[in-house]
């Protein structure tokens, strides 16, 4: 692998993981189409879609524990919303990622594009009110929320994403959780989930290794940058900046795919 890759490698894994941080979003669904088309653009090398979900699992896994310990102070972190949650999407993840390796690379893509339109729809669903909840008595339905974060999982560890781009407009429009603590617990909930993924990847081969290992450093470098920012960024912003990313990828991807 030459130079100019592995910078290319670093310079896509500090932008991706400062944004998960910030967002509180694993980073697969910027990485995911930046490993596949930036390389290939810029002409300094190739991933394979398998080859691409394999990085993207191992970033998310990093880039997620960078954005947890810097949100485990504040109260916004949900215990009972991330046990729900984490346990159902960590079983659903590693389903999803070890199934992977018996789909073609355009199946990964369009899993990953359908992934991507649910989550810009849901994203653009109104959430009046729910940021004035106080945290302490936040409420939600706990089957609805495992069920949900289950089939996320499936989708997620197939594409090697966290799910956290889908967990997001979940909590928000669904579970009706407060921006804030939904930032902070989809973050530990994709460190969960990364974990199903990255096994499914690892046992099936699909990870190269100094591609993920670079990943790994930028996501510890910039995950707690992004964190840190999203706490001043006023929460209105933090939505709409989510929703433009995830829409931005999912037409891209579909571009790709069609």
Known sequence: MGISLMITIFLMGVVGSFIS??????????????????????????????EVSGITAIQVLFATLGGVLAYRKGGYLNKSLIVYMGISILIGSFIGGFGSTHMPERGIN???????????????????????????????????????????????????????????PIMLAVLKIPTRMTIASSLAITLISS????????????????PSIIMVVASLIASPIGANAG???????LQVIMGILILATAVKTWIGIL
Not at 135 to 152: G, T
């Open 21 to 50: 941080g910030m967002l509180g979003i694993g980073g697969a669904i910027i990485n995911y189409p930046m490993l596949l088309y930036i390389p290939v653009m810029l002409g300094v090398g190739h991933f394979s879609a398998h």
């Open 110 to 168: 369009i899993v990953y594009g359908i992934l991507a339109l649910i989550a810009v729809i849901m994203m653009f669903v109104p959430k009046r009110g729910i940021d004035h909840i106080p945290l302490d008595q936040v409420k939600f339905n706990k089957w609805l929320a495992a069920l949900l974060s289950f089939i996320v999982g499936i989708g997620a560890g197939i594409v090697g994403a966290g799910g956290a781009f889908l967990l997001v």
């Open 231 to 237: 706490k001043r960024v006023n929460t209105k912003v």
């Open 195 to 210: 974990i199903g993924a990255v096994s499914g990847k690892i046992a099936t081969g699909q990870m190269p290794i100094l």
